[in-house]
């Protein structure tokens, strides 16, 4: 079967996204404060935030690396990829919950380190934040300029460019809830065509290519402990599990989910994620199985699915496929844009409103007060800023996704232990977790990445294997005490107390301003008193004077009237 052309290819392209921006236009009704643009006002229902953080999950290296997997090493391969991904949303369920009781306010995990550590402590935390956001969204658009080039012929570098300026306008426009809302859409899209694809390349290829295809394409790839089973463990089963372990915890986009659904629903959601989410890999390394046992010569494996559906599969259910491949990798690249905003809106905004300096500098500088006076502002130029820099490195020639998901995946391993100990409440020293933290990067993470590039399997598992435990090591290490007489300093932090005394005086300049206002009212309160006793004197005398001339009057009209009286009767 032949591919799409170029024409076609654009149409499904601009239809898709169409249908997105439709599904988002509904949502300009709510008011883009910084709790509802970056946490959806934390009140998202479950079912659609577990489907949004399967969807989050199916990223270029579910889509492809599966099928390249079940292609190259058959089951071995497959088991490697697919538990552990499966494993990470079922262990990071509980964590979540656990998180969302210690924060149910909170907004991002690096924040949780700056309260409890240390700002240098936090700016690793950033460091490593961004470095994924930013890797994973190249990795993103990387997969689909390839996959769409070789299907359809468009240009890779404007696949790129459309891939990423797509979700950009919609997330830019309404935030993480849009994100949420079109990720349900695009994950059912994706598990309904799968379901519909199996029984159709089961008919056309046959039940034996799938058993055939089950040790790979050159076979051997069965046993999991010995011979070439064991060389796959090394070298690729270990380290992705390292790093997909470590996925969800150092990685914001599954933090600002957590922060976004109703906090007693964290669990469940998920639970039920990690559930939907299996049907993709578990698919797609189907098809991967289909193609080795019926022999199929692909050249990119990277491509084995496409290849697949290529050779078993009508045309018009390309065409699905096709939306499917789009749905996968611009349900993470809309997802990494939020989760890039929210560090930015408000890690970012709030360390440099903490910091005097900066925030001098903010207030003098237009440009910047344009940025990062707001927190809204800064997550959108953030959106941005990291939309340009994933297309950049995607363009880089001679980039692969399966090193660059490896190259990221230890990256996110440097924060795991350190993140879970925090969690859980262990107790971590500043100092220990800080350079835990930057020995795990600066050590770790370029032995794994020369061990990759250069074929070494020792060095490939030492390097994973270090940068996930020399954080942690690290961070609880503690000195023994030494035998002999015990000295005790004890320091006295009067900050706080200095504080406290500062605001009694305060306050208490406050009292004898508000004493001093008192006295003043009483001792014009006791002016109006005496001068309100001799009004009530006056009133008093002049009311006796007038009971006075009362009695004089009734004395006269008395005398008066004897006399007329007597007048009358003298004249009867």
């Not at 236009?25 to 229902?45: C, D, G, I, Q, W």
């Not at 199929?296 to 084995?304: K, P, R």
């Not at 611009?330 to 408000?346: K, M, Q, R």
Request: aromatic residues 12%.
């Amino acid at each position: 079967m032949e591919g799409l052309s170029s024409l076609e290819g654009w149409a499904l392209i601009a239809t898709y996204f169409v249908a997105m921006m439709l599904l988002v236009v509904f949502l300009r009704k709510h008011k883009k404060t910084k709790e509802e643009f970056l946490v959806a006002n934390r009140s998202m229902p479950w079912l659609l935030t577990a489907f949004s953080m399967a969807a989050t999950w199916v990223w270029a290296p579910s889509m492809f690396v599966a099928s390249e997997k079940a292609y190259t090493q058959g089951l071995v391969g497959v088991f490697w990829f697919v538990v552990p991904n499966v494993l990470t949303l079922l262990l990071f369920a509980f964590f979540a919950n656990k998180m969302r009781k210690l924060r149910p306010e909170g907004w991002t995990f690096s924040d949780y380190i700056r309260e409890k550590y240390s700002k240098r402590c936090h700016n690793l935390f950033l460091i490593e934040s961004f470095g994924l956001q930013t890797m994973s969204f190249a990795v993103q658009l990387l997969a689909g300029a390839t996959i769409f080039s070789k299907i359809t012929g468009i240009s890779f570098t404007a696949t790129t460019i459309v891939m990423a300026l797509c979700p950009l306008a919609y997330t830019f426009a309404s935030g993480i809830r849009s994100s949420i809302i079109t990720d349900f859409w695009k994950m059912l899209w994706i598990v309904v065509v799968l379901l519909l694809g199996l029984p159709i390349m089961f008919s056309s290829a046959g039940p034996e290519a799938l058993f055939n295809g089950l040790g790979g394409v050159n076979g051997g790839f069965s046993d999991l402990f010995s011979g070439n089973g064991l060389m796959v463990t090394l070298s690729f089963g270990i380290p992705t599990t390292i790093g997909l372990l470590s996925g969800t915890f150092g990685d914001q986009m599954f933090w600002q989910r957590v922060f976004c659904v109703k906090a007693d629903k964290v669990k469940r959601t998920m639970i039920t994620a990690a559930f939907i989410f299996a049907v993709v890999p578990i698919s797609l390394a189907v098809f991967g199985f289909f193609a080795a046992g019926a022999g199929l010569a692909i050249s990119d494996t990277q491509l084995t699915n496409v290849g697949a559906v290529m050779a078993f599969c009508p045309k018009w259910f390309l065409y699905l496929f096709f939306v499917l491949v789009l749905s996968g990798l611009i349900s993470t690249v809309d997802s990494i844009i939020c989760a890039v905003s929210s560090v930015a809106g408000h890690d970012v905004v709030k360390r440099l409103a903490m910091n005097e300096k900066w925030h001098e500098r903010i207030q003098k500088n237009i440009f910047l007060f344009i940025l990062f006076a707001n927190e809204v502002r800064a997550a959108r130029f953030a959106m941005i800023a990291v939309t340009v820099t994933a297309i950049l490195i995607a363009n880089i020639p001679g980039l692969t996704i399966l090193y660059l998901f490896l190259l990221y995946g230890t990256l996110r391993s440097s924060v795991m232990l350190p993140t879970v100990f925090a969690i859980l409440g262990k107790r971590m020293s500043e100092r220990g977790l800080f350079y835990g933290v930057l020995t795990s990067m600066i050590v770790g993470l370029p032995i794994f990445a020369y061990g990759n590039f250069t074929g070494n399997i020792p060095m490939i598992v030492f390097g994973s294997l270090f940068t996930i435990l020399a954080s942690g090591f690290m961070a609880i290490r503690r000195k023994r005490l030494k035998s002999g007489p015990l000295e005790m300093v004890v320091k006295i932090d009067r900050s706080e107390m200095d504080k406290c005394i500062e605001e009694i005086k305060t306050l208490g300049a406050e009292y004898f301003q508000c004493a001093d206002r008192m006295e003043g009212h009483i001792r014009t309160f006791r002016n109006l008193t005496e001068s309100a006793k001799g009004t009530a004197k006056d009133i008093r005398k002049s009311v006796s004077h007038y009971k006075q001339l009362q009695g004089s009057m009734r004395y006269v009209r008395q005398k008066k009237q004897s006399k007329f009286n007597h007048k009358k009767s003298r004249r009867k």
